[in-house]
T-cell receptor
Framework: DQQVKQNSPSLSVQEGRISILNCDYTNSMFDYFLWYKKYPAEGPTFLISISSIKDKNEDGRFTVFLNKSAKHLSLHIVPSQPGDSAVYFCAASAYRGGYQKVTFGTGTKLQVIP | KAGVTQTPRYLIKTRGQQVTLSCSPISGHRSVSWYQQTPGQGLQFLFEYFSETQRNKGNFPGRFSGRQFSNSRSEMNVSTLELGDSALYLC??????????????FGPGTRLTVL
């Protein structure tokens, strides 16, 4: 039961253009969402997050949008740079069974072409 | 401040064997979570330890177990290894319980190959 889905396993974008990574979720109890970036041979690193009470959060070139009615999350990178090439995971957090639990998506591999 | 460290980085085992992986969290972090990463399944949550107690558990069989020591270091054990256990095992630490709106800091992972 994949509650957090990243339906695009890969994405290629020209340098300088916008990269849009998408994430869908099924559990309406999720109340906090995060994006992580992962380079080969390294662990994921936190990128940006958003609470369910907001619909947008911006940090430099990175903006996360949340559409609760559609249960959809997206990460925009503008402008895209070759160093952004990595696997991006979205994650969602919910309170369940007395504890908060984090569920990760399967990841989207972004390639930014110089 | 040193990051999350995991040992060993690479491991090759055969079916039926058991393995123990180690994780040292960032100094001061009390929560350690373990994840399994495979190409088709992405990051899957195994379990989380906080103050030496397992606080959260994912949907993995009992062959997967763990523990946390008083210095917050954690070990994960997999018994009776199966081919499908081949994966990258990631450890993540956070100040408090992982999903309480705290960022998790990941280690580089241990690449386990089961032959």
């Amino acid at each position: 039961d994949q509650q957090v889905k990243q339906n695009s396993p890969s994405l290629s974008v020209q340098e300088g253009r916008i990269s849009i990574l998408n994430c869908d979720y099924t559990n309406s109890m999720f109340d906090y969402f995060l994006w992580y970036k992962k380079y080969p041979a390294e662990g994921p690193t936190f990128l940006i997050s958003i609470s369910s009470i907001k619909d947008k959060n911006e940090d430099g070139r990175f903006t996360v949008f949340l559409n609760k009615s559609a249960k959809h999350l997206s990460l925009h990178i503008v402008p895209s740079q070759p160093g952004d090439s990595a696997v991006y995971f979205c994650a969602a957090s919910a309170y369940r069974g007395g504890y908060q639990k984090v569920t990760f998506g399967t990841g989207t591999k972004l390639q930014v072409i110089p | 401040k040193a990051g999350v460290t995991q040992t060993p980085r690479y491991l090759i085992k055969t079916r039926g064997q058991q393995v123990t992986l180690s994780c040292s969290p960032i100094s001061g972090h009390r929560s350690v979570s373990w994840y399994q990463q495979t190409p088709g399944q992405g990051l899957q949550f195994l379990f989380e330890y906080f103050s030496e107690t397992q606080r959260n558990k994912g949907n993995f069989p009992g062959r997967f177990s763990g523990r946390q020591f008083s210095n917050s270091r954690s070990e994960m054990n997999v018994s009776t290894l199966e081919l499908g256990d081949s994966a990258l095992y990631l450890c993540a630490s956070s100040l408090e319980l992982a999903a309480l709106y705290n960022e998790q800091f990941f280690g580089p992972g241990t690449r386990l190959t089961v032959l």
